[in-house]
């Protein structure tokens, strides 16, 4: 079981940076592959970034490729996503989750645990 807890959320404006954590406790950290997704109202949930399985490789959904980084620190046991360059469209809440299968790292479907999310509001 791994438990997962989001902050870092809040407003800000267009332009501006935001910097999200994911704390994650339970089993084995480094063992988990992490993303992000972000949903916005009425809207499904898109993927955002994520870790390969085996952490070397990072990917990103193409809105946000050069904007935002995923990184993490496995002794901290938490995963982050830097956001610059934040535009209105990227509103949403964002949430961590934690895969432990070897599928896609883009669908939400392949993730086991999900944290409860953190609201991003970007005012233009």
């Known amino acids: 079981q791994v438990q997962l807890v989001e902050s870092g959320g809040g407003l800000v404006q267009a332009g501006g940076s935001l910097k999200l954590s994911c704390a994650a406790s339970?089993?084995?950290?480094?063992?988990?592959?992490m993303g992000w997704f972000r949903q916005a109202p009425g809207k499904e949930r898109d993927f955002v970034a994520a870790f390969s399985r085996s952490g070397v490789f990072t990917y990103y959904a193409d809105s946000v490729k050069g904007r935002f980084t995923i990184s993490r620190d496995n002794a901290k046991n938490t995963v982050y996503l830097q956001m610059h360059s934040l535009k209105p469209e990227d509103t949403a809440v964002y949430y961590c989750?934690?895969?432990?299968?070897?599928?896609?790292?883009?669908?939400?479907?392949?993730?086991?645990?999900w944290g409860q999310g953190t609201q991003v509001t970007v005012s233009s």
């Open positions: 989750a934690a895969r432990y299968s070897s599928g896609s790292s883009y669908s939400p479907d392949n993730y086991d645990y």
């Open positions: 339970g089993r084995t950290f480094s063992s988990y592959a």
